[in-house]
């Protein structure tokens, strides 16, 4: 089973991990991105997230139906978080059961990795002196 | 024809609008589309890379596109 949100209030990780239990499950790994103070010795005061909604839920869907024939995982839950972030604040959270740990462990970190390549979704870091798109340029 | 693009992140702001309407030749492929925004919008040439999606799909270069697509450029994404 697979739940994927795109929201613009703040996310709960135990929504995730409540939907990713399962019996048949021997562990839970989860991921929890956060809202870093600085980039490059830059303090930053907030990101903001924009997402070409109707592809990123299509592309985070995609991630998720791959971990589960890969890595045979019970559920998985993916929630990413769109607008103004502040610091420390959550920006995605992702669950995956299997029956063994190493498998969760392995799939949460595809997840993580595969969605920073793919997904439609873009952060702006804004700086005490301007603001810049991530990863957009050299 | 006349097609409407959106875009999104750094690609909005080289527009200076979340979409604009662009004319193209029938047939013209993604790659030719990317090349003719790249001659219109010069912004583009400072990017990273981008995409064009389809019909909220990544597509080949080599895709011809059709007068109802939905064309959305994707610049370099940065989610997480």
Known sequence: ?138 | MNIKIVAFGIARDIFGDSEINFNIEKGTTIAELKEQITMSYPGFKKLVSFSIAVNQSYVPEEYAIESNDEIVIIPPVSGG
């Not at chain 1, 972030?85 to 498998?103: F, M």
């Not at chain 1, 392995?106 to 979704?121: F, M, R, S």
């Open chain 1, 1 to 138: 089973m697979i739940d994927i949100k795109i929201k613009n209030t703040a996310l709960d990780a135990n929504d995730c991990i409540t939907f990713v239990e399962d019996k048949a499950a021997g562990g839970i790994a989860v991921f929890i991105g956060t809202v870093r103070n600085a980039t490059k010795g830059k303090n930053v005061q907030r990101l903001e997230f924009e997402s070409y909604e109707p592809m990123a839920i299509k592309e985070l869907r995609k991630i998720a139906e791959e971990i589960q024939q890969r890595w045979s995982a019970l559920k998985i839950s993916i929630h990413h978080r769109i607008g103004n972030l502040n610091i420390k604040e959550v920006a995605v959270v992702i669950a995956v059961s299997t029956p063994h740990r190493k498998a969760a462990f392995e799939a949460c970190e595809y997840a993580i990795d595969t969605l920073k390549k793919t997904v439609p979704i873009w952060k702006k870091e804004v700086f005490d002196d301007g603001a810049v798109w991530v990863s957009a340029t050299p």
